[in-house]
């Protein structure tokens, strides 16, 4: 009997029962939101959201390229040493690029929810797309200027610190 209670007590307490709460951001104002997420009853008919052939399959097409020409274009700057052709280079740099603004774009879809966050949402996208212009304006620089994103890492990789010099 006493077994019994015991492993009902460890039972009991061996489950969590707090209340899960979804993410949110401390600092973002939030929509006011229908209890469970749901509009309108249950007898109300779905409407779909119309379909954007840019947000759909071209978009997912896009995304598939670019991963699937990443690693051809770091294996060849890894295999060359560093000395990649100004061509690759810049393709490498586009490639890379891309790859991350279709990152941080899904991260800023997926944590911060145009129906939960509002305008904060469409902030965040802006922020994206003007940090990506910089960024853009920066690979120009880099490509023209100096020698490259592969040369840049070379140097980087090679360099000395200071105080090494024995």
């Known amino acids: 009997m006493v077994f019994q209670v015991a492993c009902r007590s460890?039972?009991?307490?061996?489950?969590?029962?707090?209340?899960?709460?979804?993410?949110?951001?401390?600092?973002?104002?939030?929509?006011?939101q229908a209890p469970g997420g749901v509009k309108g009853n249950v007898?109300?008919?779905?409407?779909?959201?119309?379909?954007?052939?840019t947000h759909g399959s071209l978009h997912w097409d896009f995304e598939r390229a670019v991963a699937v020409c990443m690693p051809p274009l770091v294996g060849s700057a890894l295999a060359s040493g560093g000395d990649l052709g100004t061509?690759?280079?810049?393709l490498l740099?586009?490639?890379?690029?891309?790859?991350?603004?279709?990152?941080?774009?899904?991260c800023i879809?997926?944590?911060?929810?145009?129906?939960?966050?509002?305008?904060?949402?469409?902030?965040?996208?802006?922020?994206?797309?003007?940090g990506s212009i910089v960024g853009a304006v920066g690979v120009y620089k880099l490509e023209t200027e100096e020698e490259g994103l592969t040369g840049v890492?070379?140097?980087?990789?090679?360099?000395?610190?200071?105080?090494?010099n024995k």
Not at 43 to 51: F, G, Q, R
């Open 10 to 32: 460890v039972a009991k307490r061996s489950f969590q029962s707090t209340a899960r709460r979804s993410l949110t951001i401390p600092f973002l104002s939030t929509l006011p």
């Open 43 to 53: 007898n109300d008919a779905y409407v779909p959201p119309p379909p954007h052939k």
């Open 87 to 90: 061509v690759a280079d810049s």
């Open 93 to 106: 740099c586009s490639a890379l690029f891309a790859h991350l603004y279709i990152g941080f774009q899904s």
């Open 109 to 130: 879809i997926d944590y911060i929810p145009k129906r939960v966050y509002g305008k904060n949402y469409n902030y965040a996208m802006y922020l994206l797309t003007l």
């Open 153 to 164: 890492v070379q140097k980087l990789w090679t360099s000395e610190q200071k105080g090494d």
